[in-house]
């Protein structure tokens, strides 16, 4: 016997937040942990994006700005900034996002294909498009913010570093 799954999809929950004017949302499953901006250490050869790392609790976090991954003008970090700490394929990473918003409720058949932009704007980190309560909500893909390739450089570059400050 089949089920009737119609008007019974279950949502999926994305955590909103703040990236230079825009709103953003990332699956709450793979996020781990939010936290306030503190500094990192820089790893030497790494593109601009990737701040450096964290100890967190053990793990060494690689931080990266958001902004700058997306190829935005970096802006000075205040107190609404926040690190947003997810898990892709059993490894943490962090993204500094202006601010985070809250928790929302999407319905999986409201989540509309991104628009191709040609070369102009960068959508391949983005997963879709959302509205929530009147707001566009664009879904971040966090699978596709670091590529294989920058992994393997990271982990090269990881493996040189002595001393990481612990962060609380």
């Keep these: 016997m089949y089920e ?7 949502t999926v929950q994305q955590l909103t937040f703040n990236l230079a004017g825009e709103e953003y949302g990332v699956d709450i499953l793979s996020v781990r942990e939010i936290r306030g901006w503190s500094r990192v250490t ?3 050869q790494t593109p601009a994006y990737l701040l450096g790392v964290l100890n967190l609790r053990g793990a060494i976090v690689p931080i990266m700005d958001l902004r700058l991954r997306f190829g935005l003008e970096r802006e000075a970090y205040g107190d609404s900034t926040v690190v947003i700490i997810v898990a892709v394929a059993e490894r943490l990473f962090g993204i500094v996002v202006d601010a985070v918003s809250d928790v929302v409720d999407i319905d999986p058949a409201a989540i509309k294909p991104v628009p191709d932009m040609g070369a ?8 879709g498009l959302a509205t929530h309560v009147e707001r566009m909500v ?3 893909d966090v699978e596709k913010l670091m590529r294989p390739d920058e992994v393997e450089k990271l982990d090269a570059a990881l493996s040189h570093v002595q ?3 612990v962060a609380a």
């Design 4 to 10: 009737n799954d119609q008007g019974t999809a279950p």
């Design 120 to 127: 102009v704007v960068e959508t391949r980190y983005l997963k």
């Design 138 to 140: 664009m879904l971040l």
């Design 42 to 44: 820089r790893i030497p």
């Design 163 to 165: 001393e990481v400050e």
